[in-house]
């Protein structure tokens, strides 16, 4: 079985700043995607970004980009440029191969805060 | 993009009826599509799958008899909770697979339904 972990419950970060949160996963398979959503106050659910187990380059999407570690099994997303827009929970997923069912499993998440 | 709509987005009944939530694909097909429950300031856990015309496949731990789940059509899914108690109040979130594009992994997801059993 896989896990997700968020090691990070609540982070807050100043507006115009950049902020990590983490993610750590645990998986005996070779080949997975990996996910970051967004869940604003209005529950929600947005794909942030999405990277692809065998690709080594690391996905960006505009201000989130990862930093996917393979070898260490962590996959963390950077947000530059904090807006207050981004105020949310933020939650990693796993995906084993399509081919299996396309089934997440999220991490316990992490409470982004962007203050002024 | 594909829209997902949930309804209702929030329901309040009385212990021991039965609530029936559904969750649409309103531009696509969707093949599969996955039953979820978030309670407050926790993450989401899987409930069940359920892929069209057939039986649901349940989670460990989750009562199949109690989540009733129906998948009929391919823009339909529904969630059914039985002779519900104040304990299955909580927030469902249902999530899909557009079955005609090549599979990316992507899912998309309802808004969410809360319930509030009294």
């Known amino acids: 079985a896989q896990t997700v972990t968020q090691s990070q419950p609540e982070m807050s970060v100043q507006e115009a700043e950049t902020v990590t949160l983490s993610c750590t996963y645990d998986t005996s398979e070779n080949n997975y995607y990996l996910f970051w959503y967004k869940q604003p106050p209005s529950r929600q659910m947005i794909l942030v970004i999405r990277?692809?187990?065998?690709?080594?380059q690391n996905a960006t999407e505009n201000r989130f980009s990862v930093n996917f570690q393979k070898a260490a099994k962590s996959f963390s997303l950077k947000i530059s440029d904090s807006q207050l827009g981004d105020t949310a929970m933020y939650f990693c997923a796993f995906m084993k191969l399509l081919n299996a069912g396309n089934m997440l499993t999220f991490g316990g998440g992490t409470r982004l805060m962007v203050k002024p | 993009g594909a829209v997902v709509s949930q309804h209702p987005s929030w329901v309040i009944c009385k212990s021991g009826t039965s609530v029936k939530i559904e969750c649409r694909s309103l531009?696509?097909?969707?093949?599969?599509m996955f039953w979820y429950r978030q309670f407050p300031k926790q993450s989401l856990m899987l409930m069940a799958t359920?892929?069209?015309?057939?039986?649901?496949?349940?989670e460990q731990g989750v009562e199949k008899d109690k989540f009733l789940i129906n998948h009929a059509s391919l823009t339909l899914s529904t969630l059914t909770v039985t002779s519900a108690h104040p304990e299955d109040s909580s927030f469902y979130i249902c999530?899909?697979?557009?079955?005609?594009?090549?599979?990316?992994?992507?899912?998309?997801f309802g808004e969410g339904s809360r319930l509030t059993v009294l």
């Open positions: 531009d696509f097909q969707a093949t599969t």
């Open positions: 359920s892929n069209e015309g057939s039986k649901a496949t349940y």
């Open positions: 999530s899909a697979r557009d079955g005609g594009l090549a599979n990316t992994g992507e899912l998309f």
């Open positions: 990277q692809e187990a065998y690709k080594q």
